[in-house]
């Protein structure tokens, strides 16, 4: 059974950083694009970046480019999301998930993508 476990979430204050994990269990990482998504209340799931199987191909929200990473380890089957100098609308919960292809499509979109994790709350805040 494919699954998908976040972590690594928490209360940090402006400017400081994070990194996510998604574990993966039950299923081949490898031959899977993963993206990372995150809702703040009352808003929509919206999408924040996208790793393709191999890693070699990225793709990042406007508004996170520049101060989030991601990246993978498929001899460990985890997905990372670093992310630095953290502001207050970053605050929401996170969520991976993986895409049955290899590659990640032009625009991260929740349609694109099944098998979520449970989420993981980042909040920042002074």
């Known amino acids: 059974q494919l699954q998908l476990v976040e972590s690594g979430g928490g209360l940090v204050q402006p400017g400081g950083s994070l990194r996510l994990s998604c574990a993966a269990s039950?299923?081949?990482?490898?031959?899977?694009?993963i993206g990372w998504f995150r809702q703040a209340p009352g808003k929509e799931r919206e999408g924040v970046s996208c790793i393709s199987s191999s890693g070699s191909s990225t793709t990042y929200a406007d508004s996170v480019k520049g101060r989030f990473t991601i990246s993978r380890d498929n001899a460990k089957k985890v997905v990372y999301l670093q992310m630095n100098n953290l502001k207050p609308e970053d605050t929401a919960v996170y969520y991976c998930?993986?895409?049955?292809?290899?590659?990640?499509?032009?625009?991260?979109?929740?349609?694109?993508?099944?098998?979520w994790g449970q989420g993981t709350q980042v909040t920042v805040s002074s």
């Open positions: 998930a993986a895409r049955g292809f290899s590659g990640c499509p032009s625009t991260v979109r929740k349609n694109y993508f099944g098998s």
């Open positions: 039950g299923f081949t990482l490898d031959y899977y694009a």
